[in-house]
């Protein structure tokens, strides 16, 4: 009788439970048993784990074999426990030392004949090891970068079963020629993403890396683009209503470049949600920049929110995390689907319960909406010939909803351009590096003045911080207030114009925000002018 155990990490959306696999060899007649609550693909690893045993030279044990999964009340799935169920085997039967393995974590697929394919989710299962205590780790040779990232953990990178049992028995390590392909997407990413492809075959747009697109190559829409700068400086949520071709979705594109680079944090929470879902670009093991996530309005709740079959797995919302999520064409979308960004919108996460266990995901995003004035696109537009009917446009706007609008804080109308902005534009507009060093400032002074808080820009700090501690100058929300008395706001609407009017005056250089802070604050909610002109509109 042998008994071995060492260490994998089960993913529970994107938070890693670390899981002690056990191997128990007894004699009896030739089976090999897998208990813990494994899903299908897990239960499959039996065949994957002995034919990449035998395909690496060593015999398999002939006699009546229990590998269990432990804690047995947490739901595991994938292919990433291949690797330690083949040493927990393979220790159980005396051809490695049970010691080596014992306090190392194991993470990666086997191929049949011994490779070590990479998985899904290798930094945050390396980090929720680290946070375990173990500071050692085995993973597949492509995601060794990643599982690097994550401070005083021993990192050990394979390309085969072959090559892990010869380190583990201190031999010679064989020289594994490298296999065609190994540069590119992995295997499970690819899966994953054919699978959100399944869930909602609309769920495009990811972009993580640096896109090469500038701010200067926008003709007009000063008004637009200033708008565009409040939102980057405040990470206030943004509506853009025009008719087709106006530029709402050069405009959106160009978003993330206005924004600061990620923080060692934050980056680390972006490229861990990123891993989960398969979608790391290959050679980057760590999002530096802000990602862009677009999918289409035909997306669904899972794409969209997260879900799908057995343990929940990242939506567009947490792809976002730490960026912006642009939703073109946004009245098209679901009205269910809509209005459930209502809650990660306020909280920064989501949370999503299913049958086989609850997961909450991060999704702190900056959200873009694109609409057009009707069905057609030209109700409103000067010379338009909109055929829609009133109802029909009123019908269209609801989709819309008014809590899922009272939590957007910029609503700007992007306008036709005219011949003349087409014809001078040349050299004029500012780039995207000369708008972002001031949305950078702008953060600066934010960051500066909330040191010591849970906070770091406008958007996140409570109303009732802003009107105690952070108040605006004396008589500055005239306006607002009679707005609210009126109805015309709620009192999380006046929240939120409280909290671009600080944005207004940060970039602005303003101490505190004055009473044409907070009308333009009003303005580019509301649509009202109060004697506040927003750059780009004339007089």
């Not at 996530?293 to 730490?322: D, I």
């Not at 934010?446 to 808080?453: E, K, L, Q, V």
Request: with cysteine.
């Amino acid at each position: 009788m042998g008994f071995a155990r060492t260490c994998a990490v089960a993913l529970v959306g994107v938070e890693g439970v670390p899981v002690e696999v056990q191997a128990d060899l007894e004699p009896g007649v030739a089976a090999f048993t897998l208990v813990g609550l494994p899903d299908k693909s897990l239960t499959e690893s039996r065949d994957r784990v002995r034919a990449a045993v035998v395909n690496s030279g060593v015999p398999w044990p002939q006699k009546k074999l229990t590998v269990g999964l432990s804690p047995a009340s947490v739901p595991k799935g994938g292919s990433g426990f291949d690797i330690a169920v083949a040493c927990a085997v393979l220790a159980a039967a005396e051809c490695i030392d049970p010691r080596q393995i014992a306090s190392v974590v194991m993470i990666g697929e086997l191929g049949l004949d011994g490779r070590v394919l990479p998985v899904r989710g290798v930094l945050p299962a390396v980090l929720a090891a680290a946070d375990a205590g173990y500071r050692q780790v085995v993973v597949p040779e492509q995601a060794a970068a990643e599982a690097s990232l994550v401070p005083d953990v021993s990192v050990i990178g394979i390309r085969s079963l072959r090559q892990l049992l010869a380190v583990l028995n201190d031999e010679p390590v064989p020289d594994e020629p490298e296999e065609p392909g190994d540069g590119g997407l992995p295997e499970a990413a690819r899966t994953h993403l054919a699978g959100l492809g399944a869930l909602s075959p609309g769920l495009t747009g990811l972009r993580a890396e640096e896109r090469p697109v500038d701010l200067a190559d926008v003709a007009g829409q000063g008004h637009a683009r200033y708008a565009l700068e409040i939102a980057a400086a405040g990470r206030h949520h943004l509506l853009l209503k025009g008719p087709p071709g106006a530029g709402k979705t050069m405009l959106a594109e160009r978003l993330p470049g206005l924004l600061p680079p990620l923080s060692r944090k934050e980056a680390l929470e972006v490229t861990a949600v990123h891993s989960v879902a398969g979608a790391l670009p290959p050679g980057q093991p760590l999002v530096a920049r802000p990602p862009y996530c677009a999918p289409h309005h035909s997306a669904t709740m899972a794409a969209l929110v997260g879900g799908g079959s057995g343990l929940p797995r990242p939506g567009a919302v947490s792809l976002a995390h730490n960026g912006v999520l642009f939703l073109d064409e946004a009245a098209e979308c679901s009205a269910r689907v809509l209005d459930a960004m209502r809650q990660p919108l306020e909280s920064g996460c989501v949370v999503v319960a299913r049958a086989a266990g609850m997961m909450r995901m991060p999704a702190r995003f900056l959200l873009v909406l694109a609409v057009n004035p009707c069905p057609c696109g030209r109700h409103g537009s000067p010379g338009g010939t909109c055929e829609c009917q009133p109802s029909t446009v009123r019908r269209y706007r609801a989709r819309l909803s008014g809590p899922l609008m009272d939590r957007v804080d910029l609503r700007v109308r992007v306008e036709p351009l005219a011949r003349s902005e087409l014809a001078t534009v040349g050299g004029r507009a500012e780039s995207t590096a000369e708008v972002a060093a001031r949305v950078l400032e702008a953060r600066e002074r934010a960051a500066a003045r909330y040191a010591g808080t849970p906070w770091k820009t406008n958007s996140e700090v409570p109303g009732h911080e802003l009107r105690t501690r952070h108040p605006a100058v004396s008589g500055a929300l005239v306006e607002a207030e009679d707005d609210l008395e009126r109805g015309l706001l709620t009192a999380r609407g006046l929240d939120r114009v409280l909290r671009v009017a600080w944005t207004v005056a940060d970039l602005a250089g303003h101490p505190r925000p004055t009473r044409d802070d907070v009308n333009l604050a009003l303005l580019l909610r509301s649509g009202i002018r109060r004697g506040a002109l927003l750059p780009g509109v004339s007089a």
